[in-house]
């Protein structure tokens, strides 16, 4: 077994050559452009492409201090809001760029199914379902906010209109043609980028 450690790295860097180095770092930061692309077609307020890029690379190192979904979300929220987007709409962005996310990634699963073998057993597939309990706790939770809102108006008065502008968000992008290019071309771009 090899060790790994800083003298390595020193000195596989010192047998590099100098050209190879740069056009790696050069081809790396090409992710975050395409990262940028897609998150500006996931909002429908028009952002400039140059912030959007810097916020991919500020997200790289909100992962690393953070590794959970919530730093990624917070900074994308906080950030729509400083350039101007209604905050449900910043909320919805990120469903929106999730969604087409995995969209992307499903649609590439496709492509490469007819060159690849795989055998799967029925017994290989091992997965836990929710247990009854907690699906009827969940259900219960959402009957009683669902009540709360028909039955107490002053709750309704503040949960409901940003609830209607994060959907109008949603439904925003589909209809708009370069929206949908940018957030499947950035996604395409930024998935085939980092394999």
């Given amino acids: 077994m090899q060790k790994i450690g800083f003298g390595t790295i020193a000195h596989e860097l010192r047998q590099a050559q100098v050209a190879w180095i740069v056009v790696g770092l050069i081809v790396a930061q090409l992710t975050f452009v395409a990262g940028g692309v897609s998150f500006r077609g996931a909002v429908p307020t028009p952002l400039p492409l140059l912030p959007c890029v810097v916020l991919q690379s500020a997200i790289k190192f909100i992962n690393l201090t953070a590794p959970s979904s919530a730093g990624r ?3 994308n929220v906080r950030f729509l809001q400083r350039v ?5 709409q910043a909320f919805a962005a990120g469903a929106v760029d999730d969604v087409s996310e995995k969209i992307v990634e499903i649609g590439l699963v496709l492509l490469t199914l007819p060159f690849v073998h795989i055998a799967v057993k029925a017994s290989d597939l091992k997965g836990g379902a929710p247990s009854g309990r907690l699906i009827v706790a969940v259900l219960v939770v959402l009957a009683l906010i669902v009540v709360a809102l028909l039955l107490v108006p002053v ?6 209109p940003p609830i209607r502008s994060a959907f109008s968000g949603l439904w925003r992008w589909p209809r708009n043609r370069q929206k949908r290019l940018e957030l499947f071309g950035g996604h395409s771009a930024w998935k085939f980028s980092t394999r």
């Fill in 84 to 88: 101007g987007a209604p905050t449900p």
């Fill in 155 to 160: 709750i309704r008065a503040k949960v409901l």
């Fill in 73 to 75: 979300i917070g900074i």
